[in-house]
């Protein structure tokens, strides 16, 4: 990569955020003193608005980079990461999202609450958020300090610290300043050129093919060395039946785990009806399964185009697939199409990050003050505003993930990713399906369900080859690895499960049956609705 392209990228870059705080200024103009101001943006957003921003919220930087470079690694393995995300948002969709919108308020602890004893619910619900989002912004904060230092040219260790410093401290300013409003519209704005970009690389790699599908599958299998295996299933998980269980771990981690992500979920309560959420989900299936289906032409573009030895020998992981192969498509490295192309890719993922974490910020932050602040705030004490609460843990959190992202930002964050979405399936999925489906659910299983899953998942990671006992390891000097899994889907969310269900038959809690009857009606018609 020539230096050519880092003044552009620096320049658009710049531009972005010039734009985004712009519309934080202007939002916070506006009266952002209520609750419902901040945490779901008055619900004033029309169904096209909210569903390019759950597009914007959904398609993150993995998406666009990581899964790109997996396909050009992994031939027809890294295919199954598109499936697995898509198949995902299919099940939010489905089974979840409008339910979820129907009974709560503001976060996902707003719909187990309805129908239990809401303190210990809130307490346990609300803590498994805020992990979940953390871990989640954690590996965002690693990612942009590795990804954007690469993209403008500089490793060095003093680069990726100022790039976790500066998204850290932009992610504070567009939460505590805008709340839900702002973040919205940088969604949208993220979403456009996210998808922008995406369609412009697409055409690009199929009219270097002439449209023939093919022939670009055909090229890409036969520079990546494995011949038709490119295009077969085992290039990554054939191995040992350790490999396997752990793709099976990883899948049911990712297909469940999106279900139960509290930044996602929020997003349904930004519109004022569940006929507006039912048609922003319409418009967000078109762009995601649209940006989806776009990125396997990206993944074997770069494959057939750039090859995996030079993607490998960028980066290991694959990362900056896109971005050599814009650079390819635009030119060469030393051409100034070459430079604009890689620039604007540079741009767009650098957007891209800041969007996620600025709506997972906002998510752990509503969960602070809305679900924990609320319930352990000691009675005789003077209560503060619920938003000015949130704004506090805004700020709050922004200085853990930055502190935590300058820490970790030398190792491989791939297992924070894949641990946010086990602790979400394992600890946040059961207790939201078994509140909204299962009539004699109650706190004790409620708070069992919450811990059963949040617990083990963190233990068995902590018991995993990702932290000890390999040299990819986090702590590769020591050895405690018992768990031989990476990812402890697999174990952890049949755990949650049973913990709900065990708690539930072993209570002595009768359930309420008005109260569920209650959130039945308004989970499928809407009525009563907040």
């Given at each position: 990569m020539?230096?050519?392209?880092?003044?552009?990228?620096?320049?658009?870059?710049?531009?972005?955020?010039?734009?985004?705080?712009?519309i934080?200024?202007?939002?916070s103009?506006?009266?952002?003193?209520?609750?419902?101001?901040?945490?779901a943006?008055?619900?004033?957003?029309?169904?096209?608005?909210?569903?390019?921003?759950?597009?914007?919220?959904?398609?993150s930087?993995?998406s666009?980079?990581?899964?790109?470079?997996?396909?050009?690694l992994f031939?027809?393995?890294?295919?199954l990461y598109?499936?697995?995300?898509l198949?995902?948002?299919?099940?939010?969709?489905f089974?979840?999202?409008?339910?979820?919108?129907?009974c709560?308020?503001?976060?996902?602890?707003d719909?187990?609450?309805?129908?239990?004893?809401?303190?210990p619910?809130?307490?346990?619900a609300?803590?498994?958020?805020?992990?979940?989002?953390?871990?989640y912004l954690?590996?965002q904060?690693?990612g942009?300090?590795?990804?954007?230092?690469?993209?403008?040219?500089?490793?060095?260790?003093?680069?990726?610290?100022?790039t976790?410093?500066?998204?850290?401290?932009?992610?504070?300013?567009?939460?505590?300043?805008?709340?839900m409003r702002?973040?919205?519209?940088?969604?949208?704005?993220?979403a456009?050129l996210l998808?922008?970009?995406?369609?412009?690389?697409?055409?690009l790699?199929?009219v270097?093919f002439?449209?023939?599908f093919?022939q670009?599958?055909l090229?890409?299998?036969?520079?990546?060395g494995h011949?038709?295996?490119f295009?077969?299933?085992?290039?990554?998980?054939g191995?040992d039946?350790?490999?396997r269980?752990?793709?099976?771990?990883?899948?049911?981690?990712?297909?469940?785990?999106t279900a139960g992500l509290p930044?996602?979920?929020?997003r349904?309560y930004?519109?004022?009806?569940?006929r507006?959420?039912?048609?922003?989900v319409?418009w967000s299936?078109?762009?995601?399964?649209?940006?989806?289906l776009?990125?396997?032409?990206?993944?074997f573009?770069?494959?057939?185009i750039?090859g995996?030895?030079?993607?490998?020998?960028s980066?290991?992981?694959?990362?900056?697939?896109?971005?050599?192969?814009a650079l390819?498509?635009?030119?060469?490295?030393?051409?100034?199409?070459g430079?604009?192309?890689?620039?604007v890719?540079?741009?767009v993922?650098?957007?891209?990050?800041?969007a996620?974490?600025?709506?997972?910020?906002?998510?752990?932050?509503?969960?602070?003050?809305h679900?924990?602040?609320?319930s352990?705030?000691?009675?005789?004490?003077?209560p503060?505003?619920?938003?000015?609460?949130a704004?506090?843990?805004?700020?709050?959190?922004?200085a853990?993930?930055?502190?935590?992202?300058?820490l970790?930002?030398?190792?491989n964050v791939?297992?924070?990713?894949?641990?946010?979405?086990?602790v979400a399936?394992?600890?946040?999925?059961?207790?939201?399906?078994?509140?909204?489906?299962w009539r004699?659910?109650?706190?004790?299983?409620?708070?069992?369900?919450?811990?059963?899953?949040?617990?083990?998942?963190l233990?068995?990671?902590?018991?995993?080859?990702v932290?000890?006992?390999?040299?990819?390891s986090?702590?590769?000097?020591?050895?405690f690895?018992y768990?031989?899994?990476?990812?402890p889907?697999?174990v952890s969310?049949?755990l949650?499960f049973?913990?709900?269900?065990l708690?539930t038959?072993?209570?002595?809690?009768?359930?309420?049956?008005?109260?569920?009857?209650?959130?039945?009606?308004?989970?499928?018609?809407?009525a009563g609705?907040a």
């Amino acid at each position: 990569m020539t230096g050519n392209h880092q003044p552009l990228a620096l320049l658009l870059f710049s531009a972005f955020v010039a734009v985004t705080l712009g519309i934080t200024t202007w939002v916070s103009r506006h009266r952002q003193g209520s609750a419902e101001e901040f945490y779901a943006g008055g619900r004033l957003f029309s169904p096209m608005e909210n569903g390019f921003a759950i597009a914007g919220d959904y398609m993150s930087a993995a998406s666009f980079l990581g899964i790109s470079g997996l396909i050009a690694l992994f031939g027809y393995d890294g295919l199954l990461y598109s499936v697995g995300f898509l198949v995902a948002w299919l099940l939010v969709l489905f089974l979840v999202a409008e339910l979820v919108r129907n009974c709560g308020r503001f976060t996902l602890a707003d719909v187990v609450a309805a129908r239990m004893s809401e303190r210990p619910v809130r307490i346990a619900a609300g803590t498994s958020s805020v992990t979940v989002s953390v871990l989640y912004l954690v590996a965002q904060m690693v990612g942009a300090g590795s990804l954007v230092a690469l993209l403008l040219g500089g490793t060095s260790e003093a680069a990726q610290s100022w790039t976790v410093v500066v998204v850290g401290a932009l992610m504070v300013i567009y939460v505590s300043l805008g709340g839900m409003r702002a973040t919205t519209w940088i969604q949208i704005v993220k979403a456009v050129l996210l998808l922008g970009g995406t369609v412009t690389l697409t055409v690009l790699v199929l009219v270097r093919f002439h449209g023939d599908f093919d022939q670009l599958l055909l090229t890409a299998a036969e520079r990546s060395g494995h011949g038709k295996a490119f295009l077969a299933p085992g290039l990554r998980y054939g191995g040992d039946w350790t490999a396997r269980f752990d793709f099976i771990s990883l899948g049911l981690a990712l297909v469940l785990g999106t279900a139960g992500l509290p930044h996602i979920l929020s997003r349904f309560y930004t519109v004022p009806t569940a006929r507006a959420a039912r048609r922003s989900v319409i418009w967000s299936i078109g762009l995601i399964g649209g940006f989806y289906l776009m990125t396997i032409v990206l993944g074997f573009g770069a494959a057939a185009i750039v090859g995996p030895d030079t993607v490998r020998g960028s980066n290991a992981a694959g990362n900056t697939a896109v971005p050599l192969l814009a650079l390819d498509l635009g030119g060469g490295a030393d051409s100034t199409g070459g430079a604009v192309l890689f620039a604007v890719v540079a741009a767009v993922a650098f957007a891209t990050i800041l969007a996620v974490v600025a709506g997972i910020t906002l998510a752990s932050s509503a969960s602070v003050a809305h679900d924990l602040y609320a319930s352990l705030r000691r009675r005789h004490t003077k209560p503060r505003s619920e938003v000015a609460v949130a704004r506090a843990a805004a700020v709050g959190i922004g200085a853990v993930a930055i502190a935590l992202g300058l820490l970790a930002r030398d190792l491989n964050v791939a297992f924070l990713v894949g641990l946010a979405f086990a602790v979400a399936a394992s600890a946040n999925l059961p207790v939201l399906l078994y509140s909204l489906f299962w009539r004699g659910f109650t706190t004790r299983g409620a708070v069992w369900s919450v811990y059963g899953g949040l617990i083990p998942a963190l233990l068995l990671v902590v018991l995993s080859p990702v932290v000890s006992g390999s040299p990819e390891s986090l702590f590769p000097t020591v050895d405690f690895q018992y768990f031989p899994l990476q990812n402890p889907g697999l174990v952890s969310v049949p755990l949650g499960f049973l913990a709900g269900w065990l708690g539930t038959v072993t209570s002595a809690e009768l359930p309420d049956e008005a109260k569920h009857a209650e959130t039945e009606v308004r989970s499928l018609t809407g009525a009563g609705a907040a």
